[in-house]
């Protein structure tokens, strides 16, 4: 069932992700900006990992992954987690950057499309080394 939720909320990004039209912003419930998840707000990552993996389902559950700022704190807390998570980030931040430079060209959709599969393969990865799950 996991996995299923996953796949909804990636089907979801990628689809918002591939329009032709602009959709028009989405205020957060409190009326601002949510704010972009810190490591340094996180907890000690015991086991490490966890927090990577948390602010990905974070990142995931909310649609922000293309939002400034997101992969960046995603990559910046797998500094402490083993390798397969931080292997998965890189992988993550190599398709945003990807897609962000791609921006307004023909290649866009396929770009951010590859942002939710790098999303997709590292929640994967969080759920097999059950440091966290997405839904």
């Known amino acids: 069932m996991n996995r299923s ?6 089907a979801a990004l990628l689809i918002a992700g591939c329009s032709s039209e602009s959709p028009a912003p ?6 601002g900006n949510a704010p972009v998840p810190s490591p340094s707000m996180a907890p000690i990552d015991e086991p490490p990992g966890t927090n990577t993996c948390k602010l990905l389902v974070a990142a995931i559950s ?3 992954l293309m939002d400034p700022g997101v992969v960046r704190a995603i990559v910046a807390a797998s500094s402490t987690a083993d390798a ?7 992988r993550l931040e190599t398709a945003y950057t990807a897609a962000t430079t791609a921006s307004g060209s023909p290649d866009e959709p396929d ?8 999303a997709s393969d590292m929640a994967t990865v969080c759920d097999e080394s059950d440091l966290a799950t997405v839904g």
């Open 5 to 10: 939720l996953c796949v909804t909320a990636l």
């Open 26 to 31: 989405v205020a957060s419930p409190a009326g």
């Open 62 to 64: 909310g649609a922000t």
């Open 84 to 90: 397969p998570v931080a292997d998965a980030a890189t």
């Open 111 to 118: 770009r951010v499309a590859a942002v939710s599969k790098a």
